[in-house]
């Protein structure tokens, strides 16, 4: 096992975590089993969660795979349903679930006169079903787990639930309006869901990532080739650190806000972790 940054100890606990199927959320997935979690990985890819599972369980800890999909709310609730009878009842969710679509993103950051009928997709060609997928698989993919999962938390002290905004909630990317839309739903249903359920034991906070590369990402960053796209030269001029993240470098903050001596009284706000980009103005 690798080392627990903060000495957070979670022996003992449940923790569920959707989109594990993924670099950030199996991370996340691996930092909650070192920590002493046992950990639920739910992804529409079942495949891939049980590859991060077996990982875990090849370390010493205990994990499972759940195939989920995160907009369905039939499904999340027989998830979590299996989730308490084999594991326990859930004691920390982390919403991982989310994403961007092509069909919801723009060619051009600036809209140009003559780029209504020009061979590229503007923000007038935008598909609303695009649009609406990413919303949903952001916001949605947060809400429903939330409600299959919170059921095994209320009334029960310690519980915490994280979700994954993003620093695009802070400033708008260009390009890509309807994640960047999505994610400051995400951070704002966090505020909302941290007062909802500050009677009951459970807090509610968010991290907010910067630039990480990932496969989800890799066309925007990256050329075919290998070399850096021109939208990578403007993140990291615009990253003080000058550098994409590690996904280890989330750790921290992770098990900080799950810490319930350290974090006890937090609740209702998103940390972001961006290499100090929303801090930038430019200048």
Known sequence: ????VLNTDLSGKVAVVTGAGGVLCSAFAKT??????KVALLDLNEGAAKGFADEITAEGGIAKAYKCNVLEKDACYAVADAV???LGPCDILVNGAGGNNARAQTDKEYFEVGDIDADTKSFFDLDANGVSFVFNLNFLGTLIPTQAFARQMVGREGCNIINI?????YTPLTKIPAYSGAKAAVSNFTQWLAVHFSKVGIRVNALAPGFFSTKQNAKLLWNDDGTPTARTGKILAATPMGRFGESCELDGALLF???NEAASFITGVVIPIDGGFSAYSGV
């Open 1 to 4: 096992m690798q080392k627990n």
């Open 32 to 37: 909650l089993a070192r920590a002493g979690a």
């Open 84 to 86: 308490a009878a084999e």
């Open 165 to 169: 905004s993003s620093m695009n909630a």
């Open 257 to 259: 806000l799950l810490n």
